[in-house]
């Protein structure tokens, strides 16, 4: 039977012609993948112009070279596509001789017959522009649209009304009685509300959420780092090589870690739910009052940062790069960012707008669905029955779209992927769906009511005890998996089809089980370590400014990229410089975001809708803290309207 397959491998391998692996000689044969000219001493020159291009390769005849690089090229899980090249030319010096003294030329055609002849002196190959071409002068003048002026007075405004919120609360208020509305920008307060402890003691057990969400923040902006920088890799050669080494598919592989913030959301929400139905009917009217609560809260800040995509973040600086990394970011938000607002961006393929947030849009579409499922099905018997279908019905569905879409098994973060943002990988594309990650919401779901019965009744989760140390090995194993993606790089066509449609289905519900056992180990104290270790005091600050994080880093990572104006060495030093740098960036920026942004325009946007009652006999912070709720971008607050109390789903 080993023979069969191996055969029938050997036969698939054949016809494809792939080529897996080059020795140095050939593959320094190829044209480089990356290069840019200086960038500097071009646009300082009188007159100097500096385009970026991307081009494929092409050949009319029959070219050995081609052929050979097409072939390697195939192999597109650890190669990058060598035939698609990116050149920053510096048209007033590499191209001059085509310019003949002309500065008004067309720029286009000027660059695409300066590289055709160059790469047919070089490599006899011809090359086809396969983008506009950018081209950029030092001095250009500013485009400043009227979007631009409305989104700085907007800023402005944002920026005073702070400052004028923060005297008044200094000044004129006495007793914590005021303006409400102008109150929410009052930086005093919004200083104690980011310090402040958490008050629920029924989410006592729950803390360890915090470590978590930081912790993951913090991995999906490592892992955000170098993706940017693929663009800017000075040695390609090495960067492929790397995915023969185990230890660097943690974040070859590590996407699958994204399935934690789902796991947690389904959990949160169907323990919030529990807590809520102790003292009040579940009525029908908190579902739309649910999605209008969590729209409300997400998307203040969510459109700062997209209002700052669109408008200004186009002057913030410049480099070779600047067009690439940031400019094609501002124009798909230009085309379709308003996705963004209604959270369906992660129905939307091949947009880079603020992509980071496909997980927002298909958070709110599962959010939806636990609503419907956790407040229509109001006995546990029939809320077991729902799950259940659900639970399949998620299972099912990334194995069918594998199938007929011929998909990856999962998100191989491939060079080629990388190369792109992931936004033209299908397979990602698939991924980000709300119905493709159905099966980690209602195994949070369960795990919440699970976790909700436990703490009420020891005995119900007695025979979860006696698991002992395997809770200690949650870590170990949860690692082990991610790394067992390793044999899906092997030096061999890819997988068939049937394999890769059953791991599709599969894979992301295994380790979601594994992740509710390890959530289990933590909030009923089966473990000590990881326990300690997350429940940690010093997380819950960061936690609470982990959403503005997770939605300003990727503006942070580009801009940083975009000024870069040569070519970088990447490899694990790179990335762990990169890696550091980002997070701390990214989080240093949060706690302003958060202080100025964040937490006043959800106050406001809160007062204004009227969903903040007066609460008599509660001490001010402490009721600030218990209405708006920010430190869990997956919970809201539904205000019982008969007794002016807040809950949290
Ligand atoms: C690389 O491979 C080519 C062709 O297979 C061979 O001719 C050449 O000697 C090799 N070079 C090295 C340094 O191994
Ligand atoms: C590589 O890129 C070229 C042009 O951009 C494309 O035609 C080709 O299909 C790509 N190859 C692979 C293996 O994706
Ligand atoms: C420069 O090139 C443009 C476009 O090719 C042409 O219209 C123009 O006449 C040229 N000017 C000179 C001085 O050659
Ligand atoms: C460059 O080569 C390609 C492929 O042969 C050709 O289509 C294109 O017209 C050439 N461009 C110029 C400016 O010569």
């Not at 300690?532 to 503006?555: D, T």
């Not at 204004?608 to 008599?616: A, D, S």
Request: glycine share 6%; net charge positive; aromatic share 14%.
């Amino acid at each position: 039977m080993k023979g069969i397959i191996f055969a029938f491998l050997l036969s698939v391998h054949f016809s494809y012609g792939e080529i897996y692996r080059l020795n140095v000689t050939e593959y320094l044969r190829m044209p480089p993948l990356y290069h840019l000219d200086d960038y500097d001493s071009c646009v300082y020159q009188p007159n100097g112009t500096y385009c970026y291009v991307d081009i494929d390769l092409v050949s009319d005849s029959p070219n050995d070279l081609l052929l050979m690089i097409r072939e390697y090229s195939e192999h597109n899980i650890k190669h990058f596509n060598h035939t698609r090249l990116h050149r920053g030319v510096c048209l007033t010096k590499t191209c001059q001789q085509y310019l003949h003294g002309n500065n008004t030329v067309d720029q286009r055609l000027t660059v695409e017959k300066c590289l055709n002849d160059s790469f047919w002196k070089d490599y006899k190959l011809k090359t086809r522009l396969n983008r506009e071409v950018s081209c950029k002068k030092l001095h250009e003048p500013m485009n400043i649209n009227v979007g631009d002026i409305l989104a700085a007075v907007f800023f402005t405004f944002l920026i005073l009304i702070n400052f004028i919120g923060s005297l008044y609360d200094l000044f004129f208020v006495k007793d914590g009685k005021g303006n409400k509305l102008l109150l929410s920008f009052s930086l005093k307060r919004n200083w104690k509300k980011l310090l402040a402890q958490d008050q629920d003691p029924n989410r006592e057990s729950l803390q360890g959420f915090h470590g978590i969400r930081t912790l993951m923040v913090m991995g999906v902006i490592v892992t955000h780092a170098p993706v940017m920088l693929v663009m800017s890799t000075e040695n390609p050669y090495e960067l492929e090589q790397t995915y023969y080494d185990i230890w660097f598919h943690v974040i070859y592989n590590g996407c699958i870690l994204v399935q934690t913030f789902f796991v947690m959301a389904g959990c949160l929400m169907a323990f919030n739910i529990k807590v809520y139905a102790e003292k009040h009917q579940l009525h029908w009217t908190l579902i739309p009052k649910g999605i209008l609560f969590r729209w409300l809260r997400l998307t203040p800040a969510n459109a700062v940062v997209l209002i700052f995509t669109l408008t200004w973040i186009r002057f913030v600086a410049s480099g070779p790069l600047w067009e690439t990394l940031v400019g094609a970011e501002v124009k798909d938000c230009h085309r379709n960012g308003w996705m963004n607002m209604i959270y369906l961006n992660n129905y939307v393929d091949n947009s880079q707008c603020m992509a980071q947030t496909w997980y927002l849009a298909s958070d709110m579409q599962l959010y939806t669905m636990g609503l419907f499922a956790c407040i229509l099905a109001k006995t546990a018997r029939s809320r077991k029955i729902v799950l259940s279908i659900l639970f399949v019905i998620g299972v099912i569905i990334p194995g069918i779209f594998t199938y007929l879409k011929d998909l990856d098994a999962f998100i191989f973060l491939t060079p080629e992927a990388a190369r792109n943002f992931l936004v033209t990988y299908p397979t990602f594309n698939e991924s980000k769906r709300g119905h493709t990650n159905i099966p980690a919401y209602v195994i949070g779901l369960a795990l919440g009511n699970f976790i909700y019965n436990g703490l009420k009744d020891e005995s119900r989760v007695k025979n979860f005890k006696k698991l002992g140390y395997l809770y200690y090995l949650t870590v170990p194993m949860v690692l082990a998996y991610i790394l067992s993606g390793f044999v899906f790089y092997q030096d061999r066509p890819k997988f068939s089809i049937y394999l890769r449609a059953i791991v599709a289905s599969f894979v992301r519900p295994v380790f979601d089980l594994l992740l509710a056992v390890f959530f289990i180990g933590m909030v009923f104290k089966y473990e000590n370590l990881y326990r300690r270790i997350l429940e940690w005091r010093g997380w819950r600050v960061p936690a609470r400014v982990s959403y503005s994080a997770y939605i300003i880093h990727v503006p942070i990572i580009r801009i940083f990229g975009g000024m870069n104006s040569q070519l970088l060495r990447m490899g694990l030093p790179q990335c762990i410089k990169e890696g550091v740098v980002m997070v701390s960036f990214a989080f240093l920026a949060a706690y302003p975001f958060w202080l100025f942004v964040e937490a006043p325009l959800n106050q406001a946007v809160f007062h204004i809708m009227g969903f903040i009652k007066e609460e008599k006999k509660q001490d001010e912070a402490q009721k600030m803290n218990s209405v708006n709720q920010t430190d869990e971008k997956t919970v809201i607050e539904l205000d019982n309207r008969n007794k002016g109390e807040n809950i949290r789903i």
